[in-house]
């Protein structure tokens, strides 16, 4: 093998090293596949979505604490599912001509002329709750996979200046659900070894509940006044009229972010409230974080560097969502299935090729570092392998 051989072999084995990814790249990706699944209501795309989803988490993720939340959302997303069923049984869901169920119907005064409690109850109107809560439910799972993939703390040294000044209540709101998911273990292992696994309904729920929420709730309060005693959030010494200012490029660029995205992501939007509003918002957004930024004074120890393997991780959440969008002018039937004329939404193989690039960073992303890799095994004798021989002797 010639000297670029063993370059390339080089290159490939340090490239699948196990590590830890630029949190950043982990959430490109989320974001990509929430955006993919809120241009649908197709249930066999918004699963595959789910599948590449979990796919990933499963391949991916780290034994951390935060690794641990991402069952906390897939239990919301069935929550989710379930409630946004369940309101058309409760208010009513006569839109269609296929009636499943009629439950008598409680009368409402005049004031609220427009809603129905229980009545009858259609196919449509069931198909579409389904569709409705399994979009959200996708979005929300997509979302808890970037806090479930991604350090929340190492991504507070990747935000810009402009946003450190409200990094302790950005982190402390991240580390939430980790946190639950940390007490939750903790408290069960704890009634584990004291044996208090039976006993009353109300009794578990107040031993387990209570407990848990305190826990994360201290250490979300512990993790906040740590940040606060290293200088996290401080004010700054800038003027207030170059706080007024800034604040207020920022306030009316992110305005205009808000519309220009919604009207993006909503297909009967106007146009120009679309990609005009976005181009302007996110420049003057931009004008105030480079204002804001001037004026903070930071260092950081060992700052995480974008390589190859974060650039593909973030090029295929990006690649979904530019397929699901391509679709959408192509296509927009498959990804909409229509509610007037029940039968089996239709699939294509554009947009699902298009999803499936989601699971590359399964496949194509180094994985997480463990903590057996940071303490090396011992050889006989209880010494590391990686000792020198004069210093085993």
């Known amino acids: 093998m010639g000297a670029p051989g063993r370059r390339a072999t080089a290159w490939a084995g340090g490239y699948f090293l196990p590590r830890d990814l630029h949190p950043g790249a982990w959430w490109i990706w989320t974001l990509g596949l929430a955006v993919a699944a809120s241009r649908t209501t197709n249930p066999w795309l918004l699963l595959t979505i789910l599948a590449v989803v979990c796919f990933v988490v499963i391949a991916r993720r780290s034994e951390a604490p935060w690794a641990l939340a991402f069952r906390i959302y897939f239990g919301l997303g069935v929550l989710i599912v379930v409630f946004r069923v369940g309101f058309r049984f409760v208010f009513g869901g006569a839109e269609g001509s296929t ?12 004031w609220a002329a427009g809603i129905r409690l229980f009545g009858a109850v259609s196919a449509e109107s069931l198909l579409g709750g389904l569709y409705d809560g399994l979009r959200l439910a996708t979005m929300v799972i997509c979302l808890g996979a970037g806090n ?22 950005v982190i402390v709101a991240l580390s939430v659900f980790p946190q639950l998911a940390e007490s939750a273990l903790r408290v069960r292992r704890a009634r584990r070894l004291r044996g208090g696994t039976t006993g009353k309904r109300m009794h578990v729920l107040r ?7 305190e826990d994360a709730l201290d250490r979300s309060l512990h993790l906040a006044a740590s940040m606060d005693s290293r ?25 205009g972010v808000c519309v220009g ?11 120009f409230l679309a990609f005009p509003v976005l181009a302007s918002g996110t420049v003057v957004a931009m004008l105030g974080f480079r204002l804001a930024g001037r004026r903070v004074r930071r260092t950081r120890y060992r700052p995480d560097r974008w390589r190859p393997a974060e650039i593909v991780v973030a090029a295929s959440g990006v690649a979904v969502a530019a397929a699901m969008f391509a679709t959408s002018d192509v ?28 699971v590359l960073p399964a496949l194509l992303s180094p994985p997480p570092e463990t903590p057996h890799d940071h303490h090396p095994p011992a050889a006989a004798g209880g010494i590391p392998e990686n000792v020198p021989e004069r210093v085993r002797a």
Do not use: H, Q
């Open 207 to 213: 031993t387990i509940v209570i407990p848990v929420l």
């Open 261 to 271: 995205v919604y009207a993006t992501l909503d297909g009967t939007t106007p146009r």
């Open 99 to 110: 009636i499943l169920l009629t439950f008598p119907e409680i009368p409402l005064p005049a």
């Open 331 to 358: 296509d927009p039937t498959n990804l909409n299935p229509s509610l007037t004329d029940l039968s089996w939404p239709l699939l294509s193989w554009t947009p699902l090729c298009g999803v499936l690039v989601g």
């Open 148 to 169: 479930a993939l991604a350090n929340p703390k190492r991504l507070l040294k990747a935000m810009p200046p402009a946003l450190y000044e409200v990094g302790t209540a």
């Open 231 to 255: 200088g996290y959030g401080r004010a700054g010494t800038a003027r207030r009229r170059a706080r007024f200012t800034t604040g207020l490029l920022m306030i009316v660029g992110l305005i």
